[in-house]
């Protein structure tokens, strides 16, 4: 036992003695990218050992996209040397889409003893926007409230070029919609766009505002963080039209605004929106943000999205108005919501608040909404697994129920090609007067993964009918497997079913005795689709098309109805330089309840983008969903609806003057009714604080039917904005650079020396420009360790070490001193009647200057190469045996004055001769 174990020692000694004396690895473990750009990362090979090695084969790990050159030559690598091997990549658009941001290389060598095979990796970071995008094709999306449901297509699209999971909460605004499902998951490819619908209810008509509002979060699955968010703008059609706030939400930060609102109704007021950040203490900073309204005919007022954060540390402090979508619960009202994070990835929250969206106000009756109380806690980091554990108490006086909902939610990440979620929720309910109640569960499992070329999503989720959380008496399961052929084709097949059928607890007000239906609440509503896709990209174009089968359902106590279809859908999109194209059609053959006849039905949208205007319109023949089903003022089976909308936002006036228009109408032959809306936003700067503000609205609303109505409104609005200068973060610093060339090498700003205006400086990822002074700032940077990195592509160079501890505010002045520029080409000396074409793209030119320093060049496709070096003496050599050069070595002087001669490589091809026979 003693030898084996000294025997395996020596062995593991002796591997590891080898695996120190060759070291393979990336000069930079990580390199920044954007989109479009060409970068390079050297792999480095060094020999420790005492003995020549043979590096044999260089691969990388897979077929990478963008991929423009590595080695591909053997060569041997002498004892104690090291060589820097240039890898070569452009950030196209498939490249970007890479689900991985490791680019591995596998590297064979091969020694007197043994042949192995190890490997070197780095990381890109990619450079793109990371929101996820969500919005309707129109501005304002009507609902006509005699109809037991109306339907709104929901566009998600991924602006960045990673596959993402995102989770999608709709809460309605105030309350008073009921949004079918109330929460979505969606799995988007890099770039992709898809479109969901939702069903929305009015069940409660707010005939003073017809507005709702629908604020759509998306919260990221892999690390439950919020990526995209925006306000969906609703219109309950109504004979009397009364409006009291622009539809338009409030933009900009750190600002204040006063402005005065008129409209037909005559229900004028001043408005006042604004936010800010500012210093309580040293250890103690603030924001604040307010929404004010202030009727004049009548002298009330409403106070609303007005709140007061207070952040020490790690702890912050809200109170006012909170909302919050990560509760399996609707979260809004006017209380507090304190939160602290300790550890490293660890964050706990406590909230206490009524249910009601105004804060204070004369103008409503301030009735008693419900008291709501909840905890959260979250754990764990966005690299291997995470999650959050919830908890939320409702006490509804209006309703005269109790409700809790616990949830856990937990995401498990086992390398970068898998990741699992899982989900559970319980819940229960209780009437406080007619004593009856409910205890209901949710679960959910969703995996998401990568094997080869194959890609997997299984979403699958169920809650009971008397579940209390947001998806009440629903089951949704979304199986899909995908298959890449090549970076422009691949192709799906998807299987879809939802259902939603809630049971509520009755109407406290009402009598619980058999047979009585008016204290309840029923519907039922179910999509079954099975359907395969296939893309491909022909040059700038991309192709869609998914043949399915479907069926829907949907009921109440009343009636129900069901469609069974065939459907296929096409999806052509381009872009054309600024020009943007997409259409799609969806024709359908489809029956409805059963009944023997069949039918035609076609849907189809275009859309046209150029710049920043576009143009959007649907045209919809005959019935294509269950909900068109309902026979409204007795319309046959034939019938068309139409929309259309156009927008345009615009910069003017060196950027002073901004803002945008948009104008759409709608038919419907279906719903006899014909809608159109003209508004206008506007912000003109007077100076670099202050603006005047803008806001029009026009609409109108026809009923083609039978002694039916129309009316028409306006409402526009004049303002005035004062911004307001970012506060510095606690715990941050303010940095500042004043960026010179220094001529004299002394690091200091002379009289003849010139500043650098337009200057692109980096502190490590933050990126700023220098202004006609030369001076950059960096607001709110943590303390910590950054590096300074300007004008490379210049090929200047820093006076000062360019590693900076930032621990207080900074203020300094950076010489940079402009390393010479020198150039150089290859050229071939071809025999008489040679006519075979070489290529030396690709082939890296060094340059070693008297101290050691090696820089390197790489050839590009018009055979032309460059360096940027200081002054100095430099041996400029080529070791590439592919073809025979006539001096690999030359040697040449730099001076501050330039070097302006042309370094002129002669090669010519190996192994060939052309002879001439004369006849």
Same mark, same amino acid.
């Given at each position: 036992?003693?030898?084996?174990?000294?025997?395996?020692?020596?062995?593991?000694?002796?591997?590891?003695?080898?695996?120190?004396?060759?070291?393979?690895?990336?000069?930079?473990?990580?390199?920044?990218?954007?989109?479009?750009?060409?970068?390079? =990362?050297?792999?480095?090979?060094?020999?420790?050992?005492?003995?020549?090695?043979?590096?044999?084969?260089?691969?990388?790990?897979?077929?990478?996209?963008?991929?423009?050159?590595?080695?591909?030559?053997?060569?041997?690598?002498?004892?104690?040397?090291? &060589?820097?091997?240039?890898?070569?990549? #452009?950030?196209?658009?498939?490249?970007?889409?890479?689900?991985?941001?490791?680019?591995?290389?596998?590297?064979?060598?091969?020694?007197?003893?043994?042949?192995?095979?190890?490997?070197?990796?780095?990381?890109?970071?990619?450079?793109?926007?990371?929101?996820?995008?969500?919005?309707?094709?129109?501005?304002?999306?009507?609902?006509?409230? !005699?109809?037991?449901?109306?339907? #709104?297509?929901?566009?998600?699209?991924?602006?960045?070029?990673?596959?993402?999971?995102?989770?999608?909460?709709?809460?309605?605004?105030?309350?008073?919609?009921?949004?079918?499902?109330?929460?979505?998951?969606?799995?988007?490819?890099?770039?992709?766009?898809?479109?969901?619908?939702?069903?929305?209810?009015?069940?409660?008509?707010?005939?003073?505002?017809?507005?709702?509002?629908?604020?759509?979060?998306?919260?990221?699955?892999?690390?439950? &963080?919020?990526?995209?968010?925006?306000?969906?703008?609703?219109?309950?059609?109504?004979?009397?039209?009364?409006?009291?706030?622009?539809?338009? !939400?409030?933009?900009?930060?750190?600002?204040?605004?006063?402005?005065?609102? %008129?409209?037909?109704?005559?229900?004028?007021?001043?408005q006042l929106r604004g936010n800010t950040a500012f210093r309580i203490t040293e250890n103690l900073k603030s924001r604040f943000n307010i929404g004010a309204d202030y009727y004049l005919e009548d002298g009330r007022y409403n106070l609303y999205d007005t709140w007061l954060e207070l952040e020490r540390k790690n702890t912050v402090l809200r109170l006012g108005n909170v909302n919050s979508s990560d509760y399996d619960y609707p979260v809004f009202g006017r209380g507090g919501k304190v939160s602290t994070k300790f550890g490293e990835n660890n964050q706990i929250e406590i909230l206490a608040l009524e249910n009601n969206y105004n804060?204070?106000?004369?103008?409503?009756?301030?009735?008693?909404?419900?008291?709501?109380?909840?905890?959260?806690?979250?754990?764990?980091?966005?690299?291997?697994?995470?999650?959050?554990?919830?908890?939320?108490? @409702?006490? @509804?006086?209006?309703?005269?129920?109790?409700?809790?909902?616990?949830?856990?939610?937990?995401?498990?990440?086992?390398?970068?090609?898998?990741t699992i979620r899982t989900e559970v929720g319980l819940s229960h309910e209780k009437g406080l007067l007619n004593k009856d109640e409910n205890a209901g569960a949710s679960m959910g499992a969703n995996y998401d993964g990568k094997i080869g070329k194959w890609d997997i999503q299984s979403f699958n989720s169920f809650a009971t009918k008397s579940y209390a959380g947001i998806k009440r008496g629903s089951f949704f399961s979304n199986q899909r497997i995908g298959r890449q052929f090549s970076a422009a084709q691949r192709a799906f097949i998807q299987y879809q079913n939802s259902q939603v059928e809630p049971e509520f607890l009755s109407?406290?007000?009402?009598?619980?005795?058999?047979?009585?239906?008016?204290?309840?609440?029923?519907?039922?509503?179910?999509? %079954?689709?099975?359907?395969?896709?296939?893309?491909?990209?022909?040059?700038?174009?991309?192709?869609?098309?998914?043949?399915?089968?479907?069926?829907?359902?949907?009921?109440?106590?009343?009636?129900?109805?069901?469609?069974?279809?065939?459907?296929?859908?096409?999806?052509?999109?381009?872009?054309?330089?600024?020009?943007?194209?997409?259409?799609?059609? %969806?024709?359908?053959?489809?029956?409805?309840? @059963?009944?023997?006849?069949?039918?035609?039905?076609?849907?189809?949208?275009?859309?046209?983008?150029? /710049?920043?205007?576009?143009?959007?319109?649907?045209?919809?023949?005959?019935?294509?969903?269950?909900?068109?089903?309902?026979?409204?003022?007795?319309? =046959?089976?034939?019938?068309?609806?139409?929309?259309?909308?156009?927008?345009?936002?615009?910069?003017?006036? =060196?950027?002073?003057?901004?803002?945008?228009?948009?104008?759409?109408?709608?038919?419907?032959?279906?719903?006899?009714?014909?809608?159109?809306?003209?508004?206008?936003?506007?912000?003109?700067?007077?100076?670099?604080?202050?603006?005047?503000?803008?806001?029009?609205?026009?609409?109108?609303?026809?009923?083609?039917?039978?002694?039916?109505?129309?009316?028409?409104?306006?409402?526009?609005?004049?303002?005035? /904005?004062?911004?307001?200068?970012?506060?510095?973060?606690?715990?941050?610093?303010?940095?500042?650079?004043?960026?010179?060339?220094?001529?004299?090498?002394?690091?200091?700003?002379?009289?003849? %020396?010139?500043?650098?205006?337009?200057?692109?400086?980096?502190? @490590?990822?933050?990126?700023?420009?220098?202004?006609?002074?030369?001076?950059?700032?960096?607001?709110?940077?943590?303390?910590?360790?950054?590096?300074?990195?300007?004008?490379?592509?210049?090929g200047a160079r820093l006076m000062m070490d360019p590693v900076i501890m930032v621990h207080t505010n900074i203020n300094r002045k950076v010489g940079l001193v402009k390393n010479i520029k020198v150039s150089g080409k290859l050229t071939e000396i071809r025999q008489a009647y040679d006519v075979l074409e070489t290529d030396v793209t690709g082939i890296v030119v060094y340059a070693k200057s008297e101290d050691g320093m090696i820089y390197t060049a790489v050839v590009n496709q018009k055979n032309e190469f460059e360096f940027f070096l200081k002054d100095g003496k430099y041996n400029l050599y080529i070791e590439n045996d592919k073809?025979?050069?006539?001096?690999?070595?030359?040697?040449?002087?730099?001076?501050?004055?330039?070097?302006?001669?042309?370094?002129?490589?002669?090669?010519?091809?190996?192994?060939?001769?052309?002879?001439?026979?004369?006849?």
């Amino acid at each position: 036992m003693l030898f084996f174990v000294f025997v395996l020692l020596n062995f593991s000694w002796a591997f590891a003695q080898e695996k120190k004396d060759i070291q393979i690895h990336f000069e930079n473990d990580s390199v920044a990218v954007e989109k479009g750009s060409t970068f390079t =990362n050297f792999l480095v090979i060094e020999n420790k050992s005492s003995e020549d090695i043979i590096i044999q084969n260089i691969m990388p790990q897979e077929n990478y996209p963008g991929l423009l050159f590595y080695p591909k030559n053997d060569f041997t690598l002498g004892a104690g040397q090291s &060589k820097n091997l240039p890898v070569k990549l #452009i950030a196209n658009v498939d490249f970007m889409k890479l689900r991985s941001n490791e680019i591995k290389f596998k590297v064979s060598y091969t020694t007197p003893a043994v042949t192995r095979t190890e490997s070197a990796s780095f990381f890109v970071a990619k450079g793109e926007n990371k929101n996820i995008a969500i919005y309707t094709a129109t501005y304002e999306n009507f609902i006509n409230p !005699a109809l037991p449901q109306s339907s #709104i297509l929901l566009t998600v699209e991924n602006q960045g070029y990673s596959k993402r999971t995102v989770k999608i909460d709709l809460q309605s605004i105030p309350d008073g919609l009921e949004i079918l499902p109330k929460q979505q998951t969606v799995s988007l490819e890099g770039l992709e766009k898809q479109t969901i619908e939702i069903k929305i209810v009015v069940r409660k008509q707010n005939t003073l505002y017809p507005e709702f509002n629908i604020n759509a979060i998306v919260t990221d699955l892999l690390d439950n &963080k919020i990526v995209g968010s925006n306000t969906l703008y609703l219109v309950v059609l109504s004979h009397n039209r009364q409006i009291a706030r622009g539809n338009e !939400a409030a933009s900009g930060s750190n600002f204040a605004e006063m402005s005065y609102n %008129e409209n037909s109704s005559r229900l004028n007021f001043l408005q006042l929106r604004g936010n800010t950040a500012f210093r309580i203490t040293e250890n103690l900073k603030s924001r604040f943000n307010i929404g004010a309204d202030y009727y004049l005919e009548d002298g009330r007022y409403n106070l609303y999205d007005t709140w007061l954060e207070l952040e020490r540390k790690n702890t912050v402090l809200r109170l006012g108005n909170v909302n919050s979508s990560d509760y399996d619960y609707p979260v809004f009202g006017r209380g507090g919501k304190v939160s602290t994070k300790f550890g490293e990835n660890n964050q706990i929250e406590i909230l206490a608040l009524e249910n009601n969206y105004n804060l204070y106000g004369t103008y409503f009756q301030q009735t008693e909404g419900s008291t709501i109380v909840g905890t959260k806690y979250a754990f764990g980091n966005a690299k291997s697994f995470n999650g959050k554990v919830s908890y939320i108490f @409702d006490h @509804d006086p209006r309703l005269n129920v109790d409700t809790q909902v616990a949830n856990a939610v937990s995401a498990l990440l086992i390398n970068d090609k898998h990741t699992i979620r899982t989900e559970v929720g319980l819940s229960h309910e209780k009437g406080l007067l007619n004593k009856d109640e409910n205890a209901g569960a949710s679960m959910g499992a969703n995996y998401d993964g990568k094997i080869g070329k194959w890609d997997i999503q299984s979403f699958n989720s169920f809650a009971t009918k008397s579940y209390a959380g947001i998806k009440r008496g629903s089951f949704f399961s979304n199986q899909r497997i995908g298959r890449q052929f090549s970076a422009a084709q691949r192709a799906f097949i998807q299987y879809q079913n939802s259902q939603v059928e809630p049971e509520f607890l009755s109407f406290q007000n009402e009598s619980t005795q058999p047979g009585n239906t008016s204290n309840l609440r029923y519907y039922f509503n179910s999509t %079954e689709a099975l359907g395969l896709g296939y893309q491909f990209s022909l040059r700038n174009w991309n192709f869609l098309l998914s043949p399915k089968v479907e069926k829907q359902k949907t009921a109440n106590f009343y009636t129900s109805q069901e469609l069974f279809s065939y459907r296929l859908e096409a999806n052509i999109s381009t872009t054309l330089g600024a020009h943007g194209l997409n259409l799609t059609a %969806e024709y359908s053959y489809s029956k409805e309840n @059963d009944k023997p006849d069949w039918f035609n039905s076609l849907k189809t949208t275009l859309s046209y983008r150029y /710049k920043s205007f576009s143009l959007n319109g649907t045209a919809q023949w005959n019935v294509t969903s269950v909900f068109d089903l309902n026979p409204y003022y007795d319309v =046959n089976r034939n019938f068309a609806n139409y929309n259309v909308y156009a927008s345009y936002n615009f910069q003017m006036f =060196n950027h002073n003057l901004t803002g945008s228009f948009s104008a759409g109408a709608f038919y419907s032959e279906l719903y006899k009714n014909l809608n159109s809306n003209i508004t206008g936003n506007l912000e003109y700067k007077i100076s670099p604080s202050w603006s005047t503000t803008g806001y029009f609205n026009l609409s109108g609303y026809r009923s083609t039917a039978e002694y039916a109505s129309s009316g028409s409104y306006y409402q526009y609005r004049v303002g005035i /904005k004062k911004y307001f200068t970012t506060a510095t973060a606690f715990g941050n610093h303010k940095v500042a650079f004043q960026i010179f060339e220094d001529k004299n090498f002394n690091g200091l700003l002379e009289s003849g %020396e010139s500043v650098l205006a337009n200057e692109i400086v980096k502190l @490590d990822n933050y990126v700023a420009m220098t202004d006609k002074n030369g001076k950059v700032v960096f607001q709110n940077v943590p303390e910590g360790t950054y590096t300074l990195k300007v004008n490379e592509s210049a090929g200047a160079r820093l006076m000062m070490d360019p590693v900076i501890m930032v621990h207080t505010n900074i203020n300094r002045k950076v010489g940079l001193v402009k390393n010479i520029k020198v150039s150089g080409k290859l050229t071939e000396i071809r025999q008489a009647y040679d006519v075979l074409e070489t290529d030396v793209t690709g082939i890296v030119v060094y340059a070693k200057s008297e101290d050691g320093m090696i820089y390197t060049a790489v050839v590009n496709q018009k055979n032309e190469f460059e360096f940027f070096l200081k002054d100095g003496k430099y041996n400029l050599y080529i070791e590439n045996d592919k073809y025979s050069y006539t001096q690999p070595t030359q040697t040449i002087q730099v001076t501050k004055e330039g070097y302006s001669k042309t370094v002129v490589f002669e090669y010519k091809k190996k192994d060939t001769t052309i002879k001439v026979k004369k006849f």
